[in-house]
Nanobody, 125 residues
């Protein structure tokens, strides 16, 4: 059974940092683009960041550029999201995502084959 398991969420004050991890199991994603999306209460799920299978191409939503960094360790089948300078508007459930067709740009548009279960990030003001 293929699973994406997120961890690292929690409560942090504005200006603080968190590092999310997404560990994949059941198959290797070393050849697949992976990324992060988030969904705040009452809002639609939105793209946050994506990384190509090699790590050579990175994509970010304008709202997180310069504050968030996506990375991956293919040997561990894991993708990370380092979140710095957090703001209250970053509060959301964060979801890990994977695309099997190899196109990172498609992942940024929401073409996702696997979703994680989500991890809550709450930023207090």
């Amino acid at each position: 059974q293929v699973q994406l398991g997120e961890s690292g969420g929690g409560l942090v004050q504005a200006g603080g940092s968190l590092r999310l991890s997404c560990a994949a199991s059941g198959r290797t994603f070393s050849n697949s683009p992976m990324g992060w999306f988030r969904q705040a209460p009452g809002k639609e799920r939105e793209f946050v960041a994506a990384i190509s299978w090699s790590g050579g191409s990175l994509y970010y939503a304008d709202s997180v550029k310069g504050r968030f960094t996506i990375s991956r360790d293919n040997a561990k089948n894991t993708v990370y999201l380092q979140m710095n300078s957090l703001k209250p508007e970053d509060t959301a459930v964060y979801y890990c995502a994977a695309n099997l067709n190899g196109r990172t740009a498609a992942l940024t548009r929401g073409e996702v084959d696997y979703w994680g279960q989500g991890t809550q990030v709450t930023v207090s003001s």
